[in-house]
Structures are given as structure tokens and as C-alpha cells.
């Protein structure tokens, strides 16, 4: 019997088309899912209603935090701010070494504790001073049209959009999910196609598109998170061929961030990632020309700070979420050189430190 949905948190969606075996195919993803009626796609939250795709978990979250911008990481995008973060369940990708897994991998849309519209996500935005809202914890893709009427909620109330993703999405719904997105971090993996298919059961080149869409087509800030996993995606080798890529195709002005594996899910095996590893990756990427090169998941100051690239002066200090040092001017350049840094600065940096506070959306509804 075809599986029944929620008609409250069912929504029709609009990438998809008819097979003729009487399937449809979601068209949001590069996975292409080709469904029979009642049947959920790779990502759970997506399946074919009578005929035609629907996304399951609109208006439903695994909960909501307030968080400091540079969790999500963002370094360059409103420092020192508070984000208003949270996700859905479900993800597109099935990553082995997901840190997100009892979220992103979840079966079940009961775990889905909170509800809200997106009014009552900006207005809860607006109410506890956030500058930001970030789609997180799993990937937004999956709840393209929910995140979209969040944005555009948000963008009424002044506040800012996010998104957390990895950046495996097709043409069309990448355009029109952009459009309504002011800053990314985009996890690249790692940089070999057999990574992708043996660790993450997807393929390297769509996000690769993404990332250069995003670099030459958009206004977005984005940031590039990659988590390395040892023995698997932290070769130099590797390393110098998404440098040289990265420079090449992005620029030397988009930061990336080099990020500490711990076991988890289906990778309890492999060990956690040395800081010498990330020192190691940042140096490389450095070499290429790279100007902000950041470690992550470990105490590691000077890998978190922020540096000018004309004269070497410390811009921003860091020291895990908590930021110290300040040298930029007011428009946003070293105030000992004026070399301009990248990216999206006030006159001062928020202080909303490393703290982390729960939220009930039902208590601004």
C-alpha cells in the first residue's frame, strides 16, 4: 500500500518529471531518484504522491539554537554574531563518517520535535537579536522549498540567510535556491572521485560546480569546510591538487577551512585527525596562494585567526568561537596597511562569543 504523508508538512515541489514506466524522477539532486507512487527517495524527506514529487517535512525541525556565526564556519561573514540555526531530518549524500548522523540520517520525521512557519523563524531571528539565520545540520537542499520561504521571511525582517550544504544539487534548483541565500560554507569532501563514491556514495564534479557557480555567477559569501580523515582524503598529494584547483578556479580570496575528524557512525575505526595534519594542509594550501586558510575541531589560534595578506598584521584573533583581536578599520582593511581583507564586516565585531542557547520556536509564535 503507498505510504500516506502528513498533508501539514507535505508540500507539491516542481523539479521532477514523469518516466514512462509510470515513475517520476526528482530532479532536485544529482542522485536523480526514479520512484514509484508511495516511494520516499534517497533523501527520505522527498517521494512521489499520486504521481508527482512532494517534500514531507515542511514546517518541521530537529530543533533550534542560537550559535556563534563561526560554528557554521564563517569567519569572514559578520564575526562575533549571533546565527539562529537548525535543520530537518534526511540528507542526499551518505556520508560514512557523518557527524550529523542521528539528524541527517534520520528514518523518522516524529524526531522532528519543532514546528514553525517561516514568519515565526525570522520574527524568533528578529526577537533574540540575530543577524542570521543558518539551514544546518543536515543538508538544505533536501528542504529547497521550505529554506526558500524562510529566506525570503527573513530577508522581510532584515535578516540574513545561510546555508550549510554540500553543495550536490542540480542546474536549475541551485539557480533558484541561491537567489534567496546571502552567505554558504559548502563542505567539500575531499578531492578525488573515488572518495566520493566509496565514503559518501555521490560524486565529486556537481559540487565543484556549485562551488564555481557560486564563485562567478552570484553575490553569496561562501566559505569551504573540508574534514580530513586520515588515510583517507589527507594525502599531500590531494592536497596540492585541491589547492592548485581552488586557486585556480575560486580564487585566492575564499577562505577554507581545514577541520578535525572524530569517529563516528560508520567510521569508529579510524582514528581522530592530528593537529600536525592540519597544520600540515593549511601550509599547503597557503603555498598556493591561498590568503585565509583555517584549522578547525582543534585549539589552534593561530590556524583560527585572520591575517592581512599585504603586510602579515593579525586582523581578527581567534581562539575557538571567542574573538580577541580586532585590526580592521571600519570598511573592512588592515588598519596598519590598508590592504582590503575579503568579506562581509561591520565597524566592530559582534560578542556574541562561544555560547550556544536552545531555543522553542513555540514560544514566538
Keep these: 500500500m503507498p505510504e500516506t504523508f502528513d ?21 532536485l539532486c ?16 522527498r517521494a512521489n504522491r499520486a504521481g508527482a514529487i512532494v517534500m514531507t ?5 530537529s530543533g533550534f539554537c542560537i550559535d556563534p556565526i563561526e560554528k557554521k564556519p564563517l569567519n569572514h561573514f559578520l564575526p562575533g554574531t549571533p546565527i539562529l540555526s537548525f535543520g530537518t ?3 542526499n549524500l551518505g556520508c560514512r563518517f557523518c557527524q550529523n548522523w542521528d539528524i541527517s540520517k534520520s528514518r523518522e520525521l516524529d524526531t522532528l520535535l519543532d514546528q514553525a512557519t517561516p514568519e ?19 543538508d538544505p537542499v533536501i528542504f529547497h522549498e521550505y529554506a526558500i520561504d524562510v529566506a525570503r521571511a527573513c530577508r522581510d525582517q532584515g535578516i540574513k540567510t545561510v546555508a550549510v550544504t554540500a553543495g550536490y544539487v542540480n542546474d536549475a534548483p541551485r539557480r533558484e535556491f541561491y537567489r534567496h541565500m546571502d552567505a554558504a560554507n559548502v563542505d567539500l569532501k575531499g578531492f578525488t572521485e573515488d572518495f566520493y563514491q ?3 556514495i555521490g560524486h565529486l564534479q556537481p559540487v565543484l560546480d556549485t562551488l564555481k557557480y557560486l564563485r562567478h555567477e552570484t553575490p553569496v559569501w561562501f566559505e569551504v569546510t573540508t574534514l580530513l580523515i586520515p588515510g583517507k582524503n589527507d594525502s599531500d598529494d590531494e592536497l596540492h591538487r585541491l589547492s592548485e584547483w581552488y586557486t585556480r578556479e575560486l580564487g585566492p580570496d575564499v577562505p577554507l577551512h581545514f577541520t578535525a575528524f572524530h569517529p563516528d557512525f560508520r567510521m569508529t575505526d579510524i582514528p581522530h585527525t592530528p593537529e600536525s595534519t592540519l597544520t600540515r594542509a593549511r601550509r599547503v594550501a597557503l603555498s ?9 575541531n582543534v585549539h589552534d589560534p593561530e590556524g583560527g585567526s585572520t591575517y592581512c595578506h599585504g603586510c602579515g598584521h593579525r586582523l581578527i584573533g581567534r581562539d575557538w568561537y571567542v574573538l580577541g583581536d580586532w585590526n580592521l578599520t571600519p570598511d573592512g582593511r588592515c588598519n596598519r596597511c590598508g590592504t582590503p581583507c575579503a568579506g562581509h564586516f561591520e565597524a566592530a565585531p559582534g560578542a556574541w562569543g562561544a555560547k550556544r542557547r536552545p531555543i522553542r520556536l513555540r514560544d514566538f509564535a
Design 198 to 200: 566509496r565514503v559518501c
Design 89 to 91: 531530518a534526511g540528507c
Design 30 to 45: 544529482p542522485r536523480l531518484c526514479k520512484l514509484a507512487d508511495g516511494q520516499r527517495g534517497f533523501c527520505f524527506v
Design 288 to 296: 598556493h596562494g591561498l590568503r585565509y586558510v583555517y584549522t578547525g
Design 7 to 27: 498533508p501539514a508538512s507535505t508540500v507539491a515541489t516542481k523539479y521532477w518529471s514523469p518516466l514512462p514506466d509510470g515513475r517520476v524522477q526528482c530532479d
Design 120 to 138: 515565526v523563524i525570522a520574527r524568533a531571528a528578529r526577537r533574540t537579536q540575530c543577524r542570521s539565520v543558518a539551514f544546518t545540520y543536515n
Design 57 to 61: 517535512s515542511y514546517g518541521r525541525s
